[in-house]
């Protein structure tokens, strides 16, 4: 009888619109090898490809080979599962559908699962973070778009297309802000990053009030929450007014959905109390009223790039095991 030779390893990669991260995973969920680089640095999909395929090729080489990777797990902003392409994506460089899965799968010659980042981020929070045990939970990914996913007694929906959950891309004005989308009045357009640094430059315009912000070099969620930190009233204000819109939109989601919990992630999360406490008001003053008061919000734990090349390795696990090299 031959020995059937199980392999112990899959790959995970994260692209954001800043860095793509990619990692060596292996099933207990321990990172063996990790590197990233620059998103924006490749204008051409096929650059992008290319790159990153021999950037695995080169990390698996010389961390115990190809015989010991299973498969690929990816995250992506506007990926679809079922489709295994990334279609019309706000914020990447790359426009139009993009067929990564196949194109990854062509260039590696290895299984590729993909999936929306969000629906990545709530994996990893499933598997390792404040989800784990939880069966009916949202995830939130606050960054330079705003993206969710919500599990239904332990399932993930996804939707038929791959699409559920786009929650920055429901309307909360319907003449408001021009979102990246297209489409006008989104509610990434106000809780997304670009989102943010607007309300700071509307609020400065429309005051001759004096803010640490007008001195800075460079506008940013991270540099606005700074300015919070200091005492700075408008500033303070920036995240009173993202709170409040934000808590109205997640009270929608959850007296749809009912939650056991709803768990913040990505680095507009890590503003703390000045988004976290306007927020909490708002949801529990426009939720549902039988939901007052039960339904947790957090804050994942987990370090979001590590949480989200975990989340891909979760996905990388599931899909049908592929190789050239058999």
């Known amino acids: 009888m031959e020995e059937i030779k199980i392999k112990s390893r899959v790959v995970g990669v994260d692209i954001s619109n800043e860095r793509t991260t990619y990692a060596i995973i292996d099933i207990r969920g321990n990172i063996i090898a990790e590197d990233s680089f620059p998103t924006e640095e490749f204008a051409d999909i096929n650059d992008f490809v290319k790159a990153l395929s021999e950037k695995i090729v080169m990390l698996v080489e010389s961390n115990g080979g190809y015989e010991t990777i299973r498969s690929i797990g990816v995250s992506a902003p506007s990926a679809s599962s079922v489709s295994g392409c990334i279609e019309n994506a706000a914020n990447l460089p790359w426009k139009g559908v993009i067929p990564l899965a196949v194109m990854l799968r062509e260039q590696i010659g290895l299984a590729v699962g993909l999936s929306n980042d969000a629906h990545i981020s709530a994996l990893g929070e499933q598997a390792y973070g404040s989800a784990h045990g939880m069966r009916n939970f949202i995830i939130l990914s606050l960054g330079v778009g705003l993206g969710s996913c919500f599990f239904a007694e332990g399932i993930e929906h996804q939707g038929q297309f791959g699409y559920a959950g786009e929650f920055g891309h429901t309307c909360v004005d319907d ?78 989601y959850a007296s749809i959905v009912d939650p056991e919990a709803i768990i913040l992630t990505g680095g507009i999360s890590h503003a703390g109390k000045w988004l976290v406490d306007p927020m909490y008001e708002s949801f529990e003053s426009h939720v549902f009223g039988n939901l007052r008061g039960k339904v947790k919000i957090l804050t994942s734990k987990l370090n979001d790039r590590e949480r989200d090349v975990l989340g891909a390795s979760a996905l990388a696990w599931s899909v049908p095991e592929y190789s050239l090299f058999k």
Do not use: F, W
């Open 175 to 252: 003449n408001g802000r021009q979102c990246g989308c297209g489409h006008r009045g989104c509610l990434e357009a106000y809780v997304g990053a670009k989102g943010i640094v607007q309300t700071a430059r509307e609020l400065m315009q429309g005051s001759d009030k004096p803010s640490l912000m007008r001195s800075l070099d460079k506008l940013s969620p991270r540099t606005i929450a700074e300015c919070c930190d200091q005492g700075d009233e408008l500033a303070i204000e920036v995240y009173r007014r993202t709170g409040y819109i934000l808590g109205l939109a997640m009270a929608n």
